[in-house]
């Protein structure tokens, strides 16, 4: 069975900075693609980021201020957040496939339980 487990996630103020991280058990993947989706209240899941061994892709409103990271071997996904925004604000899910990348929440197979980032101003 596979578990997606996230941590990291916090009260900051706008302008700060956290780091959320997200590790895989149950399987590997080594030939697949981690990534960051998030939710905000009322609206729909977000892509943010995804990783895949040395190639990485973003959403628009992250570009610049997020980077992702990470190692597909040992099922590790980080996230830096620099220059939060409250828009921001959101309850961020990790996200896991097999195959290349994608920004399209429907192609993740497997999910966490979502970790809580909430931006004041």
């Known amino acids: 069975q596979v578990q997606l487990v996230e941590s990291g996630g916090g009260l900051v103020q706008a302008g700060g900075s956290l780091r959320l991280s997200c590790a895989a058990s149950g399987r590997t993947f080594s030939s697949g693609c981690m990534g960051w989706f998030r939710q905000a209240p009322g609206k729909e899941r977000e892509f943010v980021a995804a990783f895949s061994w040395s190639r990485m892709y973003y959403g628009d409103s992250v570009k610049g201020r997020f980077t992702i990271s990470g190692d597909n071997g040992k099922n590790l996904v980080y996230l830096q957040m620099n220059s939060l925004k409250p828009e921001d604000t959101a309850v961020y899910y990790c996200?896991?496939?097999?195959?290349?990348?994608?920004?399209?929440?429907?192609?993740?197979?497997?999910w966490g339980q979502g970790t809580q980032v909430t931006v004041s101003s």
């Open positions: 996200a896991a496939r097999y195959g290349l990348c994608s920004d399209a929440r429907d192609e993740y197979d497997y």
